[in-house]
Every structure is written in structure tokens, then in C-alpha cells.
């Protein structure tokens, strides 16, 4: 084990190992829209795809301190490329560290900490 005993739910690691590609690439994907079109508003439809995504990286981050600075958008409130960015990129961050809590050298091989 490392860093004090940390250990998630083996639950979290495996929506982690599925969300985790999903999310890099929808933060991809909406950091090249925003370069062409910052101020251009995602549908509703959009809103939904992204927020149903963030759910599920929230139910991974449970728990963790940076919970508190991530938020879903209103779907009523039609964000615009450049918001989505911003708020990927806050989610982002969150799996990073996440990662880096949870996961690691055991002494054999690389693993995350669950129990």
C-alpha cells in the first residue's frame, strides 16, 4: 500500500478506467472547437452528452476534496464552447490527481489501491 493505507472501491477504479478516456476526449474535441468558435453555444443535446458523462466522473471523484470546485452545466443555461472547456479541463485535473492517489507500484506491479 501507499501514501497512509488510501484505498477506493474497486467500483471507482473500474468507472475511472471507462470514464477517464471518454472525458480526455471530449476535452479534446471541445479545446478544438473552442479555438475555432469560443462564444458558439452547444445545444442542448450537447448539454446532456457532456453533463451525462460528468455524472459518472462524479461518481469516481466521491469524496475527494476537489468535488467541491465541480459543477454540471444548467441545461437551461446554454453554455458556450469556451465554458465547456474551462470545465473539462477542472474534471480533467480531478481524474489526474485521483490517479496519482490511488494508483500505483505495490511492490510487484502497478495497481490501484482498493478494498
Do not use: C, H
Request: glycine share 6%; net charge negative; charged share 30%.
Amino acid at each position: 500500500m501507499k501514501k497512509d493505507e488510501l484505498i477506493i472501491r474497486v467500483q471507482q477504479a473500474e468507472l475511472y478506467e471507462v470514464t477517464k478516456p471518454l472525458l480526455q476526449s471530449m476535452y479534446e474535441e471541445f479545446k478544438e472547437l473552442s479555438k475555432k468558435k469560443p462564444e458558439a453555444a452547444l445545444s442542448k443535446g450537447k448539454v446532456k452528452i457532456v453533463n451525462r458523462l460528468l455524472e459518472r466522473v462524479r461518481e469516481v471523484l466521491a469524496g475527494e476534496a476537489s468535488m467541491d470546485f465541480l459543477d454540471l452545466f444548467d441545461e437551461d443555461d446554454i453554455p458556450q464552447n469556451s465554458d465547456v472547456v474551462l470545465m473539462l479541463s477542472q474534471y480533467v485535473a480531478g481524474m489526474v490527481a485521483f490517479r496519482e492517489k490511488y494508483y500505483g507500484y505495490n511492490g510487484i506491479e502497478s495497481v490501484w489501491f482498493t478494498g
